[in-house]
């Protein structure tokens, strides 16, 4: 009987967190990103590298919002998922959890090619917060792991170059406004899994681009990759050229013998073939190849060090074992964005799949007999020849929607009258998040809520702007003015904008708090922590009911005032903030580490030492985030305990 491909919906389930609500305050800050390089270090690098990595990197968050509402308590939940079949490989997608190709199975042995997590926990890893590891994920926007790694994606079914169906993946990327798709197929008989993927830009302006492939894989192999050198880059922020596989006396290329967490981006010649391996002891792995656009691979390790280790098992369950990334994107290292040109795309195709091979010896015989095994299983020109074919069938429009994504997309086309063939954004997509934008499209004006809530979120992109600028000017529209000129880099018109907002607000607080942000930012602390305490003062007056965005925007006000009152010594101020938050929120890890601190800075400092006895976990603790280590060496001379550390890279 031929078995022929398949795509069916199916279901995953597995013990996960929940989501949470998400940060109602804008994200004003600048941004958390560990991945910056150190100025020492610009002078020695290619020009062109050099370029792209100062070519415009992120500085805000804006118009994403902050997801930082989940806890670590996990329990069954089912995820709508999408299965990919031929007679080779099993392929499984959660299109709602950012498009993530979460298994990947060799149906004659039986083998998972991936890392494939048996929990779902969030962790502060992404752009806006909210990440998990395991499987494949497609990251889009900038240097970082994607906003949409929580999100929902749109999928539908699509017809595939070969007769059979491809699974279409698509969406809007806020923060640089760019639509994308990822396409998956597996072609009947093939090995590998096919991904053609696009990213168009539709504007009348330049934009800068950025993606990485990111594919966990079992961390107790050995990567290949066609390289002598590589860029090593580490939580120390240092960018340097390394020799390759050995590198400070140790081979790097098995993730066990690294120390600390650290990116290598291999440096592949010119004219050589993508790809990248991860290779078990027996000879059996993965290996992940492209067309010639997606030029940059990388591997990233956690190290065999404490902080490395309790990451690994912060992410996942007890006794699971770890796991390193093997990557693969559009520029050498994911530190650069690439120009992508007014009204154009960059588009490319990429295959996953089985090798086998043997990975030990000499470095340049182990490549060689490695790169020889994939051209006899999937030649480099049948690659190229896939990536011809699918290209036609790009814009094909899809079949049965399989799943919903969100309604920016939709609110962009309409904007733009924007034509997008292949990838709809549907009207029916539109949801009450657009509602009010929409409004302020046809009709000149922000509507002003029909009920007492928090602020919805604020579109910050130029036309936005400009309407905002022309609208009547009430309250709620001075507020979304000045979030649009603050990321603009106005801040002096934002703050303008703000305090004229200021008389006639019915709600002052979101108004009292991005003012006290723009004092933080300047230098002004004292004034900063006075907007913070009024601020405060006026949400809990307004409050309606202990639900979840009251309960959200007390969490993330107090959170910002209790930091700002502490930083000036208003411990008093900071202790009546912290009585007036929910319960709930006092106990969440988070603020029983923002109560130590407290209790520090009122002279308590057994009573600070009693918090970290009690214990507490930060589930929204950042990546690479030394927070908790400096609370604790300011109480003790003692070593951290090995639960409270998550440091990354050498001390000093």
């Known amino acids: 009987m031929v078995i022929v491909t398949t795509i069916r919906r199916a279901a995953v389930t597995l013990p996960a967190a929940r989501p949470g609500p998400d940060n109602p305050l804008p994200p004003l800050l600048p941004l958390d990103e560990v991945h910056t390089v150190d100025e020492r270090d610009r002078d020695d690098l290619p020009r062109d590298m050099a370029r792209q990595i100062g070519y415009e990197p992120l500085g805000s968050l804006l118009p994403v919002r902050v997801r930082d509402g989940y806890g670590r308590t996990r329990e069954p939940q089912e995820f709508e998922a999408v299965v990919l079949e031929n007679d080779r490989l099993r392929a499984t997608v959660v299109p709602g959890l950012g498009g993530r190709l979460v298994s990947l199975v060799q149906l004659s042995t039986g083998r998972e090619l991936l890392y494939r997590n048996p929990v779902l926990q969030p962790a502060n890893f992404a752009l806006n917060g909210a990440w998990f590891s395991g499987g494949v994920e497609w990251n889009i926007g900038a240097t970082g792991h994607t906003?949409?790694?929580?999100?929902?994606?749109?999928?539908?079914?699509?017809?595939?170059?070969?007769?059979?169906?491809?699974?279409?993946?698509?969406?809007?990327?806020?923060?640089?406004?760019?639509?994308?798709?990822?396409?998956?197929?597996?072609?009947?008989?093939?090995?590998f899994l096919y991904a053609g993927v696009r990213i168009r830009n539709p504007h009348e302006r330049a934009v800068p681009v950025y993606w990485w492939s990111n594919i966990a894989v079992p961390e107790e192999c050995r990567v290949l990759a066609?390289?002598?050198?590589?860029?090593?880059?580490?939580?120390?922020?240092?960018?340097?050229?390394?020799?390759?596989?050995?590198?400070?006396?140790?081979?790097?290329?098995?993730?066990?013998?690294?120390?600390?967490?650290?990116?290598?981006?291999?440096?592949?010649?010119?004219?050589?073939r993508r790809w990248i391996a991860a290779l078990d002891d027996g000879g059996h792995g993965l290996v992940q190849t492209s067309t010639d656009a997606l030029r940059g691979r990388k591997l990233f390790v956690w190290g065999r060090g404490p902080g490395g280790r309790r990451w690994q098992d912060w992410l996942t369950a007890p006794g699971t074992g770890g796991y390193c990334e093997i990557q693969a994107g559009i520029a050498r290292t994911q530190l650069e964005h690439v120009r992508l040109e007014a009204e154009s795309e960059i588009s490319w195709l990429e295959a996953y799949g089985p090798l086998?091979?043997?990975?030990?010896?000499?470095?340049?015989?182990?490549l060689d007999t490695a790169e020889r095994r994939l051209e006899t299983v999937l030649p480099r020109a049948a690659v190229d020849a896939a990536y011809a074919a699918w290209k036609p069938y790009a814009d094909t429009e899809p079949g049965?929607?399989?799943?919903?994504?969100?309604?920016?997309?939709?609110?962009?086309?309409?904007?733009?009258?924007?034509?997008?063939?292949?990838?709809?954004?549907?009207?029916?997509?539109?949801?009450?998040?657009?509602?009010?934008?929409?409004?302020?499209?046809r009709a000149g004006s922000v509507p002003e809520p029909r009920r007492v809530r928090p602020p919805g979120e604020t579109l910050v992109a130029a036309p936005w702007r400009d309407m905002l600028e022309t609208a009547p000017a009430t309250p709620l529209a001075e507020y979304h003015l000045g979030i649009a000129q603050w990321h603009a880099g106005d801040r002096a018109q934002a703050v303008r904008s703000w305090e004229r907002a200021l008389p006639l607000a019915p709600s002052l607080w979101p108004l009292l708090r991005c003012l006290a942000v723009a004092d933080r930012l300047s230098g002004n602390r004292e004034r900063a922590a006075e907007r913070y305490v009024e601020a405060f003062d006026d949400l809990c007056r307004e409050r309606r009911d202990d639900g979840e965005q009251w309960t959200a925007a007390t969490a993330a006000l107090g959170r910002e005032a209790l930091e700002s009152l502490v930083a000036v010594g208003r411990t008093a101020d900071a202790r009546a903030v912290h009585d007036r938050l929910h319960p709930a929120t006092r106990a969440r890890g988070r603020f029983r580490l923002i109560e130590a601190g407290?209790?520090?800075?009122?002279?308590?400092?057994?009573?600070?030492?009693?918090?970290?006895?009690?214990?507490?976990?930060?589930a929204d603790l950042r990546e690479g985030a030394e927070t908790i280590g400096l609370l604790w060496s300011r109480l003790t001379d003692d070593p951290l305990p090995a639960h409270f550390d998550f440091r990354m890279r050498p001390e000093g």
């Open 226 to 272: 066609p390289a002598e050198e590589a860029w090593h880059f580490g939580y120390e922020r240092r960018l340097r050229r390394v020799p390759v596989p050995v590198s400070g006396g140790t081979d790097r290329t098995y993730p066990g013998n690294s120390e600390f967490a650290a990116d290598y981006f291999y440096a592949l010649p010119d004219g050589r």
């Open 356 to 366: 086998d091979t043997d990975p030990e010896g000499a470095w340049t015989t182990v």
């Open 147 to 191: 906003t949409l790694s929580c999100a929902p994606l749109h999928a539908a079914r699509v017809s595939a170059p070969d007769g059979t169906e491809m699974l279409r993946l698509w969406e809007w990327e806020r923060l640089r406004d760019l639509p994308f798709q990822v396409d998956l197929w597996l072609p009947d008989g093939s090995d």
């Open 598 to 618: 407290l209790l520090l800075a009122e002279g308590d400092r057994d009573g600070a030492r009693a918090v970290f006895a009690a214990g507490f976990e930060v």
């Open 400 to 441: 049965e929607i399989l799943a919903t994504g969100s309604g920016w997309g939709a609110l962009e086309v309409l904007r733009g009258d924007l034509k997008l063939p292949g990838t709809p954004f549907d009207r029916a997509t539109l949801t009450d998040a657009q509602a009010p934008w929409l409004h302020l499209l």
